[in-house]
């Protein structure tokens, strides 16, 4: 009977101890901290359980996202849900939040899971869906330093410009030049004009003299007439030179006043000045002067 009873509490030691592991395990891959348990009997295709078979010996070398490469394959041959699961977990230790957070998604729609497993699932999903939200954010420095790195630099106020002082402005022209030329002009022609009278006076004595001293083309002993007429030649062209000359000058001077009372601009006086032209000429026995222009 002890001998009996000892097999017998010794066996129901073991059953406990398998249950017990079995019960872990089972809680461990509900809380999503391992894969599921499931066998290559479970699928039917044979493709299906191939992938299964090689993505189980890619998870356990440490290649996470190539073993849930290899069971999204046998998902699509077999459609066993409990596959999706695992994909998860695998996506979850390759660290690629997003594919883990929509495995995830898909098993939670299936019947696999039970009330606590999807209340316990619901919220890994919760969380990671938060992960993936702080990663897509930029990093702030923790603290107040992140408030205050965010918070835009509020731009410095735009120094007051002096305004620039108005460029002095040029003076005017002095219309005082412009305005004695024509006075100048006049009376330099009139000086002319006064010359000539003078040497036409002398000049007419000269001839009288001549007229005296050789009446009838016959002159006194003595009277040096060839000499007598080259002088009064030369003040008869004096004369005609001085006379032509303060009649051009004395007229342009008239010209530019008359311009210059009418309000004409130093422009109009230049064109006012090309527009008199005058002329003088001399030969041998006298000179011409005379002013042309248009008003």
């Known amino acids: 009977m002890r001998i009996h009873r000892s097999a017998g509490m010794i066996g129901a030691w073991l059953c ?20 599921m348990k499931m066998g290559e009997s479970d699928m039917s295709d044979q493709d299906a359980r ?14 996470f996202q190539e073993a849930a490469s290899e069971w999204e394959q046998a998902y699509a041959l077999s459609k066993r849900d409990v596959l999706l699961y695992n994909i998860y977990v695998a996506n979850r230790d390759a660290s690629d939040l997003p594919k883990a957070i929509d495995a995830l998604q898909r098993y939670l729609g299936t019947q696999e899971p039970d009330a606590k ?7 890994r999903l919760t ?29 410095a106020a735009p120094e007051a410009s002096t305004p620039a002082a108005p460029a ?15 006075l100048v002009l006049v009376v330099t022609g009139g000086a002319l004009l006064a010359g000539g009278l003078v040497t036409g006076l002398v000049t007419q004595g000269k001839v ?17 007439l060839p000499a007598a007429r080259s002088s009064a030649r030369t003040l008869a062209t004096l004369t005609d030179v001085l006379l032509a000359g303060g009649a051009v000058l004395s007229g342009v001077g ?12 130093p422009s109009e006086h ?18 011409v002067g005379s002013v042309s222009g248009r008003f």
């Not at 990663?135 to 630099?153: E, L, V």
Request: aromatic share 4%.
């Open 117 to 123: 497993q999807r209340l316990n699932l619901q919220a």
């Open 270 to 287: 230049a064109s006012a000045r090309a527009r008199v032209t005058p002329l003088l000429a001399c030969a041998a026995d006298g000179c």
């Open 16 to 35: 406990a101890l398998a249950l017990f592991g079995g019960a872990a395990a089972h809680a461990r891959a509900q809380e999503g901290q391992g894969l």
């Open 127 to 155: 969380a990671m869906r938060n992960a993936l939200a702080a990663q897509q954010q930029p990093a702030s420095a923790p603290g107040g330093a992140a408030n205050s790195a965010a918070a835009p630099t509020p731009a």
């Open 208 to 224: 009288s003299s001549i007229e005296d001293n050789c009446p009838k083309d016959t002159c006194r002993a003595g009277y040096d």
């Open 254 to 265: 008239v010209v530019l006043w008359l311009t210059h009372q009418g309000g004409a601009s």
């Open 50 to 63: 191939a992938h299964f078979k090689v993505g189980t010996s890619l998870y356990e070398a440490g290649r």
């Open 168 to 182: 002095p402005e040029k003076p005017a022209p002095s219309r005082r030049s412009s305005s004695a030329l024509p």
